[in-house]
């Protein structure tokens, strides 16, 4: 197998569901120790902007075994890398493990730059008996550069699995602060080269750093469901149950499912594609996402 055929892996059935994903600096035995009684569906170690530069070595000694107690619980385990060259490689020499389930890859500006990370991924899985392709991709939109190539990184290698804006990052690149009106189209854009692709949007409107004002925090997350994003990333604990709760359907909305499934099953059995329900036409996109809404609650 050449480095460069990595089999697929975001197939829809392989897709994960990511509702929250709390960063934890890997550099802190005490975060990590805490990190799996969370809640949070991942658990995204970090060894890029959290971790000192002075500490970053101790925090990649530090890795296997942090990735053994976040993970505990079932939870997902991520490790974001740094972007330099140098640091990158040396990350990706402790990060490319058993456990990892997927690497989060800072400031991604090009399809090539991706491709070049899974190659590198490809040859390290293959070095260390590794299955080939299990570790996947989410990729920090971070700058303006990057807006102009979503679609190319959202298909640049089939590793990829989700994509997040990062408002922080992306905010001071454009010279500007973290509000609603400069983040709505960049994080529209991920969003929808994202869905294109077959990978998960994860975001909302607003700061990363947003955590005291839970109510503020709530309605974010609630609009960013309604805008089609499948989940968060969390910088704080508080965030987690907020994004739990926000990215997951209510009984109200499992219930019209339900309904919009029993009724779809009838109107076909009398060869329709389109039927009334409640004083409105259901058609198949509206199946579509009452199929979606059950998939998320994990209902059939």
């Known amino acids: ?16 569901r990511w509702r929250s994903m709390l960063f934890v600096p890997a550099h802190v035995p005490r975060f990590v120790e805490m990190a799996h009684d969370r809640g949070a569906d991942g658990v995204i170690l970090d060894l890029e902007d959290s971790v000192p530069q002075d500490l970053k070595d101790e925090a990649r000694r530090q890795l296997p075994e942090s990735v053994t107690k976040v993970g505990r619980k079932g939870a997902s385990v991520l490790v974001r890398v740094n972007r330099g060259l140098r640091a990158l490689a040396a990350d990706l020499d402790v990060a490319v493990m058993a456990g990892v389930d997927a690497l989060v890859l800072p400031k991604v500006e090009s399809a090539e730059w991706v491709s070049e990370v899974a190659n590198a991924v490809t040859e390290l899985e293959q070095e ?119 990215f997951s359907p209510v009984t109200e909305e499992l219930e019209w499912a339900r309904r919009v499934v029993a009724a779809q099953k009838d109107a076909a059995g009398r060869g329709l594609c389109a039927f009334a329900m409640d004083g409105k036409m259901i058609d198949p996109p509206v199946v579509r996402r009452a199929h979606e809404i059950l998939a998320l609650a994990g209902s059939n």
């Open 128 to 246: 260390s008996n590794l299955a080939l392709g299990r570790i996947r991709f989410l990729a920090q939109i971070e700058t303006p550069a990057a807006l102009q190539r979503l679609a190319a990184i959202a298909s640049a290698h089939p590793r990829m699995v989700a994509m997040a804006l990062g408002p922080e990052d992306f905010s001071a690149a454009v010279g500007g602060a973290p509000q609603f009106d400069l983040l709505l189209v960049p994080n529209l854009a991920v969003l929808f080269a994202a869905r294109a692709a077959g990978l998960l949007p994860l975001g909302f409107i607003g700061s990363i750093g947003e955590f005291s004002d839970t109510r503020k925090l709530r309605e974010a997350a609630m609009h960013a469901r309604q805008l089609g994003f499948a989940g968060a990333l969390a910088i704080h604990p508080t965030q987690v149950a907020i994004f739990n709760e926000a």
């Open 1 to 16: 197998m050449s480095r460069d055929t990595v089999p697929a892996v975001h197939s829809a059935t392989s897709i994960p």
